[in-house]
């Protein structure tokens, strides 16, 4: 059974930081794409940022682009969100995802198959 278990959110003040985590556990992943996407109150879910387990290749949406870092550590089978002078308007529920990895970047809620529960972030101004 695949999980993927999100940790490391919190409430921070505007310009602080946080790491969010993700364990997965249940599969291999190395054919995988692991995404984070973020969903605030009345707000479509979107995509935040995304790595290929095999080979690292990042991509990242602008809004957070020089601010949050994705990275993996494939011997703890973590991926992790390294979100940097936050703004109150990255408040959101956020989301570790994995999807089988193609030949563009993924980007989109269907194209991931797994999701975890989310772990709530909140930045106060």
């Known amino acids: 059974q695949v999980q993927l278990v999100e940790s490391g959110g919190g409430l921070v003040q505007a310009g602080g930081s946080l790491r969010l985590s993700c364990a997965a556990s249940?599969?291999?992943?190395?054919?995988?794409?692991m995404g984070w996407f973020r969903q605030a109150p009345g707000k479509e879910r979107e995509f935040v940022a995304a790595?290929?387990?095999?080979?690292?290749?990042?991509s990242y949406a602008d809004s957070v682009k020089g601010r949050f870092t994705i990275s993996r550590d494939n011997a703890k089978n973590t991926v992790y969100l390294q979100m940097n002078s936050l703004k109150p308007e990255d408040t959101a529920v956020y989301y570790c995802a994995a999807g089988p990895s193609r030949d563009y970047e993924l980007r989109r809620r269907l194209e991931f198959d797994y999701w975890g529960q989310g772990t709530q972030v909140t930045v106060s101004s």
């Open positions: 790595i290929r387990w095999s080979g690292g290749r990042t």
């Open positions: 249940g599969r291999t992943f190395s054919n995988y794409v």
